[in-house]
């Protein structure tokens, strides 16, 4: 399949929407948000330091939510900010763009 060889890895999320797709892939949604809020500044410190230690730098969030935090977190760590839509009406060609794009963070 498309993430066999990325089984174990970890990922980056503002949101965590992205459980069932991790677990089916073996792979760890790490998300910046917690119950529905902002990180407070220490928590997005935290994040920071757990990124760089796996090496990711890459924050996939929905286009429903706001970019900025996610922004400062990729700025911080010299990554990007991918945009992964677990609501779109194309859930078969969804899942697979999906596949692709953390495919392609997780190298």
């Known amino acids: 399949g498309l993430l066999a060889e990325k089984s174990g890895r970890q990922f980056l999320v503002f949101h965590p929407a992205w459980g069932y797709f991790a677990q089916a892939y073996g792979l760890k949604q790490v998300a910046i948000e917690a119950e529905g809020k902002e990180p407070k500044p220490a928590e997005l410190q935290a994040a920071i330091t757990q990124a760089r230690q796996k090496g990711i730098r890459t924050i996939f969030v929905q286009p429903q939510h706001s970019t900025k935090?996610?922004?400062?977190?990729?700025k911080a760590l010299g990554g990007e900010v991918v945009s992964a839509d677990p609501l779109a009406g194309d859930w078969p060609g969804n899942l697979r763009e999906v596949a692709r794009k953390f495919k392609a963070s997780a190298r």
């Open 69 to 74: 935090t996610a922004a400062t977190i990729a």
